[in-house]
């Protein structure tokens, strides 16, 4: 069936589509840094997994989140909503978003844990500067070290995830980060990360 503008079938888009954005979504949770970030209105269909492929999302006010492909097209979620949203939220909640096509607006998906903060609209951008820049001055490898744990406690048990980070604590501390976290401490200021 052609779409709309009558220059391609659908499902030959479709599938374009998240060709261009497969690559995309794993880049970003590939960087070294955190990515920020900032939805400002509807997040809908595959655009959902896109937008949660940051660490740290803040969404305005007025934005929601929707996934009409069960109701409305008859199709599974894609674009990894699938994998993300069962992660963020409970599979209950991601299942029942999937199924029911009910919209989760920003103030109930920073509630259940999908994003970081609901904002207001117009702080939106400011905010997520903010953010960005707080996380710009952390210690490069520790943030690594961070993101991995976060990953690993997924498939880890209880027992080897304390001993992963017993492991990584004991490699931290021997670093300057660490040397300079404790003088800032003990001096009773911010620590400034040199180096970055």
């Known amino acids: 069936r052609p779409d709309d503008e009558g220059d391609a079938p659908v499902a030959a888009r479709r599938v374009q589509e998240r060709e261009q954005a497969t690559p995309i979504m794993l880049e970003m949770r ?7 970030g900032a939805i ?7 655009g959902v997994g896109l937008a949660l492929s940051g660490e740290m999302v803040l969404a305005a006010r007025s934005a929601y989140f929707y996934l009409p ?5 008859g199709l599974v979620p894609d674009m990894g909503s699938s994998w993300l949203l069962p992660r963020a939220l409970s599979p209950a909640r991601a299942l029942g978003l999937a199924l029911t096509g009910e919209k989760l607006d920003a103030q109930r998906a920073a509630d259940w844990g999908l994003i970081w903060a609901c904002v207001d609209d117009a702080t939106l951008q400011q905010e997520a500067r903010v953010l ?19 990953v690993a ?3 880890n048990s209880l027992e080897q995830q304390l001993a992963l980070e017993c492991e990584r604590q004991q490699a931290l501390i021997d670093g300057d980060f660490f040397a300079e976290g404790v003088r800032a401490f003990a001096e009773r200021r911010s620590p400034v990360f040199a180096g970055r």
């Not at 492909?69 to 097209?73: I, K, Q, S, T, V």
């Not at 960005?132 to 976060?150: D, G, K, M, S, T």
Request: charged share 10%.
């Open 69 to 73: 492909f069960m109701p409305a097209l």
């Open 40 to 46: 400002h209105s509807v997040t809908a269909g595959g």
């Open 30 to 36: 590939a960087l070294p840094v955190p990515v920020v």
């Open 132 to 150: 960005a820049e707080q996380l710009a001055r952390l210690p490069a490898h520790a943030i690594l070290e961070a993101r991995a744990l976060a």
């Open 153 to 155: 406690a997924g498939r």
